[in-house]
């Protein structure tokens, strides 16, 4: 087994992935969400207060410039709502607008529909190795 092409392997995985999400939102009408925007919103569904943009970037680990943008798509289309701190005008809080919390039902139905695929005929021993080993080559790409 040639293990060298194993870059353009998680590139195909994550397009085809993109594909089930991105059709499952047009199923539902949901615009001016792209399947990048789930972790961002998986993190604020969890909030029940407003959280810094800081704490976003932190918990989705992606590059602060990348979360940003996000956020900024997802406030332009009504999802979350940005404020800044009262007390430092370095911190800018965010939090999910209604429009956003209704879309919960239809967010988790989406990923179960896709972890149902992505895992179809592989045993929970399998799926929690293969989560370990995608950790370990991302810790190794971090160092």
Known sequence: MDTRGIVGQMARIR???????????????????????????????QQTKPV?????????RRVKSTVTVMINTLERHGYVRKMPSKTDNRVTYVELT????RLRRDFDEISMI????????????????????????????RT
């Open 15 to 45: 397009e085809l992935a993109n594909l089930v999400i991105e059709s499952q939102l047009r199923d539902r009408s949901i615009k001016g969400i792209v399947p990048a925007h789930g972790t961002v919103l998986n993190f604020l569904f």
């Open 52 to 60: 810094p943009i800081k704490a976003v970037v932190e918990n989705v």
């Open 98 to 101: 209604q429009k956003a919390r």
């Open 114 to 141: 896709l972890l149902k695929s992505l895992y179809r005929n592989m045993s929970k021993d399998d799926r929690e190795r293969l989560v370990r080993q995608l950790e370990q080559i991302e810790r190794n790409l």
